[in-house]
């Protein structure tokens, strides 16, 4: 059964989105929900497919989703925050922060090369697998684990030296936790409730916790062949993963993002810098300039993308048009694409949202915001 497509206010080139969609959703690469927001609104909101393919229920707006690694943007703006507070420093060391976390060649690394995915820490991701393909350290065993036992996993034998190279570890991520509860003396999952859940009233974001259970939490995730995704306790994923909530509340962080609410512009401009040495990566996202096809002039684009389970997930912001395309798939087979090559899923998604409009008329300047409290 096809789920339902569903249209909502005045969309910013709808009919090039919309066949964009559909012809993915056609082609079996895309179930899920797109949603673009710009200035102050959401122009476009689009679902379609199932949401859970066995019990054939349909996409519906408002759903809640696991924001997989886009969990890493909203460590990265606590990060950016308690920089600002002058209570961390992007290169100050884990020797300073955490001193009896691991070894000597550990204490060197830096918050930067953590947020980087420079760090070196040994990856839980190289464990072995279950009869399912889940790594034992995210596999729903039943087992409980806490934030302790987790790091004791990170502060195992380094696989590289300190920024050496550029390789996704959830590791550095549950460190730069462990930083945050350690300065702030208070738990993680407060610090993102606290700082930037309830300042920006986003009701459906919260933290799972490891529990060894498989995830029930938001839309289901299904594998290549239609299957529901492999039981795994999302929990254990935490600052690097283990964030859920509806398309709407991440539209809205991206919002305060690039109105600077919620860090300075010299913040931002600092997390939104990309190293074309690590492939563009920023801090907690990538950031680069590319030109889709039907745009009269290059942009900024910050991306953030991810795949776990049965979920792919794409949030990309253009800070200089304040606006962000945000863009969740129940389906193994979905593939982006890269917006450089000048084709792809991702490329005319971004291509319809942002440039089909230059053709027509400039966007509007963007107005300065006050910065609120954080």
């Not at 993963?241 to 991206?254: C, I, M, P, V």
């Not at 305060?256 to 190293?275: I, Q």
């Amino acid at each position: 059964m096809l789920g339902a497509l569903l249209g909502f206010g005045a969309p910013v080139g709808a009919n090039t989105l919309d066949t964009v969609v559909r012809k993915a959703h056609e082609a079996g690469q895309f179930d899920g929900v797109v949603l673009v927001g710009r200035d102050d609104a959401v122009v476009y909101r689009r679902a379609i497919g199932p949401a859970d393919r066995i019990a054939q229920q349909p996409h519906t707006a408002g759903e809640s989703w696991r924001w997989l690694s886009i969990s890493e943007q909203v460590a990265a703006v606590l990060v950016l925050q308690d920089v600002e507070r002058g209570r961390l420093s992007l290169d100050g060391t884990l020797s300073q922060y955490l001193p009896d976390f691991g070894n000597a060649a550990i204490g060197r690394i830096t918050l930067r090369q953590l947020l980087q995915h420079t760090a070196g820490l040994a990856n839980p991701d190289d464990a072995a697998v279950d009869e399912r393909g889940v790594p034992t350290f995210y596999r729903a065993n039943g087992e409980s684990t806490n934030a302790k036992a987790m790091l004791a996993t990170c502060a195992g034998t380094p696989k590289s030296a300190p920024g050496a190279r550029y390789e996704a570890n959830t590791c550095d991520y549950l460190v730069l936790a462990a930083v945050l509860e350690r300065a702030n003396d208070t738990r993680y999952a407060q610090l993102v409730a606290k700082r930037i859940a309830q300042p920006l009233k986003l009701a459906s974001l919260s933290l799972l916790a490891p529990n060894g259970m498989p995830t029930r939490t938001g839309v289901i995730g299904h594998n290549s062949e239609g299957a529901r995704e492999a039981p795994y306790d999302t929990g254990r994923y935490g600052a690097a993963g283990a964030l859920h909530g509806t398309l709407e509340d991440l539209w809205r962080f991206d919002r305060a993002l690039m109105d600077y609410v919620l860090v300075s512009k010299p913040a931002a401009a600092t997390m939104w810098t990309g190293n074309p040495r690590l492939g563009n990566a920023a801090l907690g996202a990538f950031a680069y300039v590319a030109q889709p096809k039907h745009c009269t002039a290059p942009v900024g684009i910050v991306e953030r993308r991810s795949e776990i389970g049965g979920i792919h997930a794409i949030n990309l912001m253009v800070p200089e048009r304040n606006t962000a395309l945000i863009a969740f798939s129940n389906t193994a087979r979905t593939d982006w694409g890269q917006i450089s090559q000048g084709s792809g899923l991702l490329h005319d998604l971004l291509d319809g949202a942002l440039c089909v409009d230059d053709l027509s008329a400039p966007a509007k300047p963007k107005t300065k915001a006050k910065r609120g409290k954080r």
